[in-house]
């Protein structure tokens, strides 16, 4: 089986180190959207470039282009933005050079994502040539905001998607999934996260003088050991156990001769398919709650929820890119949650979305490079998953309408 294509109209691995010389680190557009959408023109696709801003953020430049009208609507989503280099003479070649030598891809972006954006439009270049846009429409949801806010990104883009009648059917995240080889791993959901603040509130006074004062530090103590001694549950099919982790406590008190007013403390919680952000809430609310009422003491809780949990259930989207995997590499990927959140967690309202992508070892560091021959296995991989889809795209299509 042939892993890479002579006749690609677009070489993914030059594609990518070109998408590299573009300093697109966030929010700067850079010239890497730019660069895409003409490749992407020259294909055929029509392309819509979507700024967004608000006031307090910075404005942020967004693509989304198709090729096809028919359903259904394949689409890859990603992000060209970057982090920032840090001191580029750390580098053993220039963050922004672009360089590939002896069969590695160096550069920021190279892992995270500009590899699998290239091998993306390589992997779809490739199918349209041979087989058109009869059986269904491929896309792209392109984000220069991901490794920023988030916030005039990919929820802009899904609203405006809404509003313009614009569906999406199923959706791969092109994000770096593999921890070491390419293959090893699809994320098919991710944990949820919840960061909350206890508040002790009591009375100031002298340290010689104890019951003309209230020591806020004691109750958010026991506050904080009720909600250590929590088991939240035991992991779930597809999910490691939900985790409590109590991040700071701050009483910021010089004196030692004072009683403080008020102590602090902050929790994350990621947590998997059990719970939600606001059944956490309210359970860390409780048990605050509790322990006040014991003590006669002042705790109160904020919270803000950062994602909820998700997972697409295993079925023939699922399948058929652990298929994709296996038929080039012959290693059967596993099905994972693990890790931090991504764009996906707002994509998933829209539609069943997978995330597979190159290997992360080096993402947000220096020195950050792929394989080039990775890139080219991975742009097979989407190229079967591209041809597997649409071969199947009666199915395809009926799956979307059966989840509503
Ligand atoms: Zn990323």
Not at 318 to 338: F, M, N, Q, Y
Request: glycine share 8%; aromatic share 6%; proline share 6%.
């Amino acid at each position: 089986m042939p892993v890479t294509d002579k006749a690609l109209p677009i070489d993914p691995v030059a594609f990518a180190a070109e998408l590299i010389r573009c300093p697109s680190v966030t929010p700067a557009e850079g010239g890497a959207l730019d660069l895409l959408e003409e490749r992407l023109t020259a294909l055929g696709f029509t392309c819509h470039r979507l700024p967004f801003e608000e006031p307090g953020e910075d404005r942020v430049d967004n693509l989304y282009a198709r090729i096809g009208t028919a359903a259904p609507n394949l689409c890859f989503a990603g992000h060209t933005d970057v982090v920032p280099p840090g001191n580029a003479s750390d580098w053993q070649v220039g963050p922004f050079e672009g360089t590939v030598k002896d069969g590695v891809i160096w550069g920021r972006g190279a892992a995270d994502m500009k590899g699998s954006i290239a091998a993306f439009a390589a992997a779809a270049a490739a199918y349209i040539k041979a087989q058109g846009t009869e059986a269904g429409s491929i896309s792209f949801l392109i984000t220069g905001d991901e490794e920023g806010p988030a916030v005039n990104g990919t929820v802009k883009m899904l609203d405006w998607l809404d509003r313009h009648n614009e569906q999406i059917d199923h959706c791969v995240v092109g994000e770096p999934t593999n921890p070491h080889e390419l293959g090893e791993m699809i994320k098919i959901g991710r944990r949820g996260s919840v960061n909350m603040v206890i508040t002790a509130q009591g009375k100031q006074g002298h340290v010689a003088y104890p019951h003309l004062a209230d020591n806020p530090v004691p109750h958010l103590v026991a506050a904080l050991a009720a909600l250590d001694a929590l088991e939240l549950d035991q992991g779930t099919e597809h999910f490691q156990p939900s985790n409590l982790e109590i991040t700071t406590v701050d009483v910021a008190n010089e004196a030692t001769n004072v009683i403080p007013a008020t102590a602090r403390a902050r929790i994350n919680i990621r947590f998997n398919d059990r719970h939600t952000g606001q059944s956490l809430i309210d359970l860390v609310k409780n048990t605050v709650s509790a322990v006040a009422a014991k003590r006669d003491a002042t705790l109160t809780v904020s919270a803000k929820i950062s994602g909820e949990s998700f997972v697409t259930q295993p079925g023939p989207f699922v399948d058929l890119i652990a298929r994709s995997v296996e038929h080039v590499l012959g290693r059967a990927p596993e099905l994972s949650t693990t890790g931090g959140t991504s764009d996906a967690r707002f994509i998933k309202n829209h539609c069943p979305v997978l995330e597979f992508g190159l290997v992360g070892e080096t993402m947000h560091k220096v020195d950050e490079r792929v394989p080039a021959h990775d890139v080219e296995q991975l742009t097979a991989i989407y190229r079967r998953l591209i041809d597997g889809y649409f071969a199947e795209a009666a199915a395809f299509a009926a799956e979307k309408q059966s989840r509503g």
